[in-house]
Each structure stands twice: as C-alpha cells, then as structure tokens.
C-alpha cells in the first residue's frame, strides 16, 4: 500500500501544479477596466462644489462630514491619445491625471461612494503615496486615519506618507499637464544625495512600527502653491497622542540629518568670519554617534559629529588657499552646523518635549534595563537631559582653482 502510494504521490503534485497554473488568474481584470490610483490626499471634511451639487440632486447617504479625501486617477485618455501638440504643454492639452474629492466619515465608504462616479473601479495597488493636512494630523490620531490603509491588502506597504501645510489636495495638482503629481512627490524624495532637508522615506511599513514602538517621530512635509510642489520641513507626531504636535522649518530638519548621521548629501552655506564672504561645503559624508550617559539618576547625551567634503563655492578669492585658510573655513562650517543642531535641539526637548532625533533608540540598545524603567515616558524623560555635541568637519577637496 506504501509503495502504490508512493507511486501516486508525484502524479498527484503534478495536478496539483496544473491546477494552480490554470486558475491562477481566474480573478484578473483589464486594466483598461480598472481606475489606477497613484495617490490620495486627506483633509479636513469640506464638501466641493460638485458634492453639494449632487446632494441637491439626491445624491447623497447619511454620513458625517469628518474628512474629505481627493484620490488621483490616471487620466486613460490622455494615456491613450496622447497630449495636444507632442508635448503636453499646449492650451488644449489634457492633464495626465483626475482628482475625484469625496467628503464622510469612513474612509471605506467614500472609496465606495466615488465608485458611483467612476466607470471603473478604484484600484489601489498601485498607491504611491498618501498625503495628509495638518488640520487632520492636529485633529485625528494617525493610526486610526489610516487603520484602512493598513487593513487593506490590495494597498502595498511601500506607500509614502505625507503631511501638507494647507489643503493636502493642492499638492495633487501641478500646472505641467504630462505629469502626474504623485509621481513628482515621490521623485523629490530621491533628490536626498543633493540636500540635507530631506528625511528618510516614511512608508506605511515604517510607520506601523513607529506607531506600535510609541515613539514620537517625523513626516516629511510638503508645500503647494499655483502648481507647484515643494518638500520644506517636517510635522512632529507625538507618540502618545498619535497626534501632530508641531512642525520643524527646513533649517530644523536639516540639523535631525546631522543628529541622526542619515544625510547622503547636500550644501552648508556660511559667512567666512575675516572676510565676511560666501562660502558653500557640499557634504560627501555624515557620520554621528549619539552617546548616552549614565550617572545616578541623571541621564545625559553627547552626539558626536563628523563630516567630510568640499570646498565648492569660495568668494574669498584674495586669500590663498593654504592650510590657514582652510583650517578657518572647516572651523566655520562647524559652527554653521553646531548652529542647525542647537536650534533643533532646543525645539523638540523644550518647545514641543518629543524625541524625534533617534536618542531613545541609543539608550535602548546602551542601557535596555534601564531602557525598561523609563519607556513608558521617554519624551519626559528626553526633555530634562542636558545634551552636549561636537562636531568635526573635514574639507578634502576645493575644486579646480584659476591663479592669477
């Protein structure tokens, strides 16, 4: 009987095989059916003109207006025909995108209640970022704004959040008509290599740990206007609350990059002390170790760092440059950024008490018996050490050099 079975059981994994083969897309779609989402924006709940004209009509269900949310479709005819002109760029051209803004109090209902006017489906595996206001992040925790995002497996982990200064629907919207906005905020975030106002991607696999972790933490923010989108600064979500706190300016975020040590790139500019001219150091490398200490019941930091690049942008064309000079230009730059640093520091320990900076994860893996003491009120805790730093920066190249 053993051995007959034997005999049967490769037989019976290769139908099994065939069967999987077979209808393993039993459950496909055209995409030429479906309304590819690219991006989403949350805002505060206000109606559009367009809802208020179809509840007029009777076209509405019972729901409260908490939230509006705005979902980017591709536009399919102006993929399939192509823009005006070659370009995209003429009068009559049509934008390669439709916002579809939607108001009520369940994100999974509104999804539903745009199917109604749309003749394809919402389809979100294709989600590449989520952008909310501040006016939603100040009012409704995080976690459960998105707790659809997260349940929902048709939307991948990998998506980018957001925060907006403003409505969170202007930064869909560009004045170029070939682009699609989505696409433009996730390729600002690839610039990091060229400026150190850039925080790492915060997806929505990132952002269940740090919600599950109840650590305070940042998102990138982003700015629109007339058309245009910039990253400038970060929201300040508290760990507790879940809830935006505050906001860091670009000068702020830039000094968590030397905190952190997570910079790829970008431009220090300063004011040499002697001349009082411009100059700029374009960063090749950041190196940072944050050092807790111990003594009693006092807790202290000591964040260490170190920066090596160069010399691209010297107005001071009088002085030679010998080993003086470049002593004195290196020793500005590191007040520049002991500057950044300070004025960050100051911000998130007593402005807003929230370790956004990456100090809990030093003490964490230094002291995790301690750790366990006090966890439970971290941001507390963070906000009555005395923090001290150095900074250490290395100019090893200045360029080509006309003599006169």
Known sequence: MKSKLKRQLPAMVIVCLLMICVTGCWSSREIEDLGLTFAIAIDKGKETNTEKELKEEGGSYPKKDNITLTYQFVNEKAAGAGTSGGGGSGQGAQKAYINISETG???QQIGSEVALRRDREVFSPHLKVVVMSEDVLHTFPIDEMLDQF?????????CLVLSAKGE???ALQLKENGEIPAFRLIGLGENEHKVSRILPPMTLAKL???LHSGSSFLLQNVVAANGAVKYSGAAVINGKSKKMIGTLNEYETEGITWIRGEGKGGVVKSHDKKSQQTLAYDINKI???IQPIVKGKDIS???DIESEGDLVENWNTKEALDTQFIDRLETTIENEVKKIVGQVLKKIQHDYKADVAGFDESFRLTYPHLWKRVKNN???????ADITYSVNVT???FGTVKTQ
């Open 105 to 107: 109090d369940s994100l």
């Open 150 to 158: 997260f349940r929902d497996n048709e939307i991948r982990l990998s």
């Open 168 to 170: 969170a629907r202007d």
């Open 208 to 210: 269940i740990g740090k």
């Open 287 to 289: 190196k940072s170790k």
């Open 301 to 303: 930091f000591h964040v």
């Open 378 to 384: 971290w941001d507390d805790t963070f906000s009555k």
């Open 395 to 397: 100019i090893t190249h």
